[in-house]
C-alpha cells in the first residue's frame, strides 16, 4: 500500500452510480427558549445549506477524491431536482434524472446550537412502472461499458427494486465487473451474486432476522452465513467505533476503527462505499481499499452534516493528521456558514509555522482573542520554498499542521499553496484579518475582503530564521 495517495491516478478512476437521490437540506440557527405554543424548542434560523443526499452523497464523495462518476436516480423537474441537478453541474459530475412520477425526495434537518432538533422528510414512495424501468436499463446498458465497478446505493426510496437489482448484477457479472452494495431493508435477494455488500451491525441483524451482538465473534459467524447465503464475493461490515470487518471466502479482517471524534454519522456509509470503489477501481486489493475507506470515515463523522471526504483530508489522515480541525478549502465556505449561524466572530491569520516557537504561540493566542473562531491559513511546502528559499520548509506542510492543530486557539487550519492567502481570505471574508509585524493596514493582502484589519507585533527575539541559525552553530 503506497502512503502517498498522489502515487494513484484517481482521474483515471470512474464509477457508475444507480440509486436513490435526495436533496439534503440544513437549518443552523440559536435556541434561546422554549416555544409558549408547545414543549419544544424555538429555532432562530440564521442560515441554510442545501447538500446531494442518498447516492448523490456517494457521488460527491467519489469527486472530492478527484475520481469521475455517472449516476442513475429519479429525480422530478421540480425545485428540489433543479437544485440538484445543477450541484451536480457544479461538481462535474454526469448525471441521468427518471422522471418517476413522483416529487424529488428532500430531507430537511434543523440544527439547533451544534444538536439536530428535528428531521422533516419529503417523499412519495412509489412502484416505478415497467416504462420507467426500462428507461433505466437502457440507460445502464449504454454506460456499463464504460464502467469496471457499479456502485447500487439503496435508500429504500424505490431505484433499486427486486426488478432492477439483479439486471444490474447479471449484465454487470456476464462482462466480469463488480458491483458494490450498500443495502437497505431485509430483501437481499435482490442482491444475489453481487461483488461486496456494505452493511452496519443494524442492517446486517436485520437480513439475519435477530440482533447480533458486535463483536468479533458474532459479526464473523453470522456475517459469514449471510455472505455464504447470498452468494457474495465479500461482505464488509461497518461497525462503529469497532472498525470494518471483510468476510470472505474463509477469509476474515479486522481494521480498526480511525475516527478520533465522532460528531455527526450521517453519510458515513456513503463514504466507504464511495472510498472502496474508487480504490478497487485503481486495483488496490480489498484489504487496502477498506482500509482507506475506514479512514475516510474517521474524517467525515467528525464533520456536521451530510458532508463528503476530500483527497487533500485523506491524505492529510494518512499522514497522521486525523483531526476536524484540518480542513479543505472546497468545505470551508460551509464550515464558515454554519458557525456564522451560530453568531460566531470569524478571525483568520496566515503563514508558514515552519519551526513552533514562544513568539508564534503568543501571537496566535492574541488573534485568537479577538474573536469566536480563529482559522490558520498555513502555507504549503512549495509555498514556502517559493517565499523562503529551497531549504525550507524544516517540517513539512503536514508536520507543521500535526504541530499547530495540538493548539486549542486555533479552530480551524487550510493549506493554502499561492504565495498569498488572497483567495482564501476572499472565500472565507473574516471579521477580522490579523497579520503579524509593522505592516500598514493598507498593504495587507486580502484586507478589502475583511471586516477589518488587526496588525500584532512579534515577540521580539523570536523567528525560525534565528532558530535555524542557532541549529548551525550561529550565536
Same mark, same amino acid.
Given at each position: 500500500?503506497?502512503?502517498?495517495?498522489?502515487?494513484?491516478?484517481?482521474?483515471?478512476?470512474?464509477?457508475? #452510480?444507480?440509486?436513490? #437521490?435526495?436533496?439534503?437540506? $440544513?437549518?443552523?440557527?440559536?435556541?434561546?427558549?422554549?416555544?409558549?405554543?408547545?414543549?419544544?424548542?424555538?429555532?432562530?434560523?440564521?442560515?441554510?445549506? %442545501?447538500?446531494? &443526499?442518498?447516492?448523490?452523497?456517494?457521488?460527491?464523495?467519489?469527486? &472530492?477524491?478527484?475520481?469521475?462518476?455517472?449516476?442513475?436516480?429519479?429525480?422530478?423537474?421540480?425545485?428540489?431536482?433543479?437544485?440538484? *441537478?445543477?450541484?451536480?453541474?457544479?461538481?462535474?459530475?454526469?448525471?441521468?434524472?427518471?422522471?418517476?412520477?413522483?416529487?424529488? +425526495?428532500?430531507?430537511?434537518?434543523?440544527?439547533?446550537?451544534?444538536?439536530?432538533?428535528?428531521?422533516?422528510?419529503?417523499?412519495?414512495?412509489?412502484?416505478?412502472?415497467?416504462?420507467?424501468?426500462?428507461?433505466?436499463?437502457?440507460? %445502464?446498458?449504454?454506460?456499463?461499458?464504460?464502467?469496471?465497478?457499479?456502485?447500487?446505493?439503496? $435508500?429504500?426510496?424505490?431505484?433499486?427494486?427486486?426488478?432492477?437489482?439483479?439486471?444490474?448484477?447479471? *449484465?454487470?457479472?456476464?462482462?466480469?465487473?463488480?458491483?458494490?452494495?450498500?443495502?437497505?431493508?431485509?430483501?437481499?435477494?435482490? $442482491?444475489?451474486?453481487?461483488? =461486496?455488500?456494505?452493511?452496519?451491525?443494524?442492517?446486517?441483524?436485520?437480513? %439475519?432476522?435477530?440482533?447480533?451482538?458486535?463483536?468479533?465473534?458474532?459479526?464473523?459467524?453470522?456475517?459469514?452465513?449471510?455472505?455464504?447465503?447470498?452468494?457474495?464475493? %465479500?461482505?464488509?461490515?461497518?461497525?462503529?467505533?469497532?472498525?470494518?470487518?471483510?468476510?470472505?471466502?474463509? $477469509?476474515?479482517?479486522?481494521?480498526?476503527?480511525?475516527?478520533?471524534?465522532?460528531?455527526?454519522?450521517?453519510?458515513?456509509?456513503?463514504?466507504?462505499?464511495?472510498?472502496?470503489?474508487?480504490?478497487?477501481?485503481?486495483?488496490?486489493?480489498?484489504?487496502?481499499?477498506?482500509?482507506?475507506?475506514?479512514?475516510?470515515?474517521?474524517?467525515?463523522?467528525?464533520?456536521?452534516?451530510?458532508?463528503? +471526504?476530500?483527497?487533500?483530508?485523506?491524505?492529510?489522515?494518512?499522514?497522521?493528521?486525523?483531526?476536524? *480541525?484540518?480542513?479543505?478549502?472546497?468545505?470551508?465556505?460551509?464550515?464558515?456558514?454554519?458557525?456564522?449561524?451560530?453568531?460566531?466572530?470569524?478571525?483568520?491569520?496566515?503563514?508558514?509555522?515552519?519551526?513552533?516557537?514562544?513568539?508564534?504561540?503568543?501571537?496566535?493566542?492574541?488573534?485568537?482573542?479577538?474573536?469566536?473562531?480563529?482559522? =490558520?491559513?498555513?502555507?504549503?511546502?512549495?509555498?514556502?520554498?517559493?517565499?523562503?528559499?529551497?531549504?525550507?520548509?524544516?517540517?513539512?506542510?503536514?508536520?507543521?499542521?500535526?504541530?499547530?492543530?495540538? =493548539?486549542?486557539?486555533?479552530?480551524?487550519?487550510?493549506?493554502?499553496?499561492?504565495?498569498?492567502?488572497?483567495?482564501?481570505?476572499?472565500?472565507?471574508?473574516?471579521?477580522?484579518?490579523?497579520?503579524?509585524?509593522?505592516?500598514?493596514?493598507?498593504?495587507?493582502?486580502?484586507?478589502?475582503?475583511?471586516?477589518?484589519?488587526?496588525?500584532?507585533?512579534?515577540?521580539?527575539?523570536?523567528?525560525?530564521?534565528?532558530?535555524?541559525?542557532?541549529?548551525?552553530?550561529? *550565536?
Amino acid at each position: 500500500m503506497s502512503n502517498k495517495l498522489l502515487d494513484y491516478n484517481f482521474n483515471k478512476s470512474n464509477i457508475l #452510480i444507480v440509486g436513490d #437521490i435526495m436533496l439534503d437540506r $440544513y437549518y443552523y440557527g440559536s435556541v434561546s427558549r422554549i416555544s409558549p405554543e408547545a414543549p419544544v424548542p424555538v429555532i432562530n434560523v440564521k442560515s441554510e445549506i %442545501y447538500t446531494m &443526499g442518498g447516492a448523490g452523497n456517494v457521488a460527491n464523495n467519489i469527486k &472530492g477524491l478527484t475520481a469521475d462518476c455517472t449516476i442513475i436516480g429519479a429525480a422530478k423537474d421540480d425545485e428540489a431536482g433543479r437544485l440538484l *441537478k445543477q450541484m451536480f453541474e457544479n461538481i462535474n459530475a454526469s448525471s441521468y434524472f427518471i422522471d418517476a412520477d413522483m416529487p424529488t +425526495i428532500s430531507k430537511l434537518r434543523v440544527i439547533g446550537g451544534k444538536q439536530q432538533i428535528a428531521r422533516l422528510d419529503f417523499e412519495e414512495i412509489r412502484t416505478f412502472t415497467d416504462d420507467i424501468n426500462n428507461q433505466i436499463k437502457s440507460i %445502464y446498458l449504454k454506460e456499463i461499458e464504460k464502467h469496471n465497478v457499479i456502485v447500487i446505493s439503496d $435508500y429504500g426510496k424505490g431505484m433499486c427494486s427486486e426488478e432492477l437489482c439483479p439486471f444490474i448484477i447479471e *449484465k454487470a457479472n456476464a462482462q466480469n465487473k463488480k458491483v458494490i452494495i450498500d443495502p437497505k431493508g431485509a430483501n437481499w435477494e435482490k $442482491y444475489n451474486n453481487a461483488f =461486496l455488500v456494505t452493511p452496519n451491525v443494524k442492517e446486517l441483524s436485520e437480513v %439475519y432476522g435477530k440482533e447480533i451482538a458486535n463483536e468479533d465473534d458474532d459479526i464473523i459467524k453470522y456475517g459469514s452465513i449471510v455472505r455464504k447465503k447470498y452468494n457474495l464475493t %465479500y461482505l464488509v461490515v461497518t461497525r462503529s467505533e469497532k472498525g470494518i470487518t471483510i468476510i470472505g471466502e474463509n $477469509y476474515v479482517k479486522t481494521i480498526p476503527t480511525q475516527a478520533m471524534e465522532v460528531f455527526d454519522v450521517s453519510g458515513a456509509g456513503d463514504t466507504v462505499v464511495a472510498c472502496i470503489a474508487v480504490f478497487l477501481d485503481l486495483g488496490l486489493d480489498i484489504d487496502n481499499a477498506v482500509y482507506y475507506a475506514n479512514l475516510a470515515a474517521g474524517v467525515v463523522v467528525g464533520k456536521l452534516g451530510t458532508a463528503p +471526504i476530500t483527497l487533500s483530508e485523506l491524505t492529510y489522515a494518512l499522514n497522521g493528521i486525523h483531526s476536524s *480541525k484540518v480542513v479543505s478549502r472546497s468545505s470551508i465556505s460551509d464550515i464558515i456558514k454554519r458557525e456564522r449561524s451560530f453568531n460566531k466572530k470569524i478571525v483568520f491569520t496566515n503563514g508558514c509555522f515552519d519551526i513552533l516557537h514562544k513568539g508564534h504561540v503568543t501571537y496566535l493566542k492574541k488573534a485568537k482573542s479577538l474573536g469566536d473562531i480563529l482559522i =490558520l491559513g498555513l502555507n504549503s511546502d512549495d509555498s514556502v520554498r517559493r517565499l523562503k528559499g529551497p531549504t525550507r520548509p524544516v517540517n513539512s506542510e503536514n508536520d507543521r499542521a500535526v504541530v499547530l492543530e495540538a =493548539l486549542e486557539c486555533i479552530d480551524y487550519i487550510v493549506i493554502f499553496d499561492e504565495d498569498t492567502p488572497l483567495n482564501l481570505i476572499k472565500n472565507i471574508m473574516p471579521d477580522i484579518l490579523v497579520k503579524g509585524g509593522d505592516y500598514k493596514v493598507e498593504d495587507v493582502v486580502g484586507r478589502e475582503y475583511a471586516g477589518r484589519v488587526e496588525i500584532i507585533d512579534f515577540v521580539q527575539g523570536y523567528s525560525t530564521t534565528s532558530t535555524i541559525e542557532k541549529l548551525n552553530g550561529g *550565536k
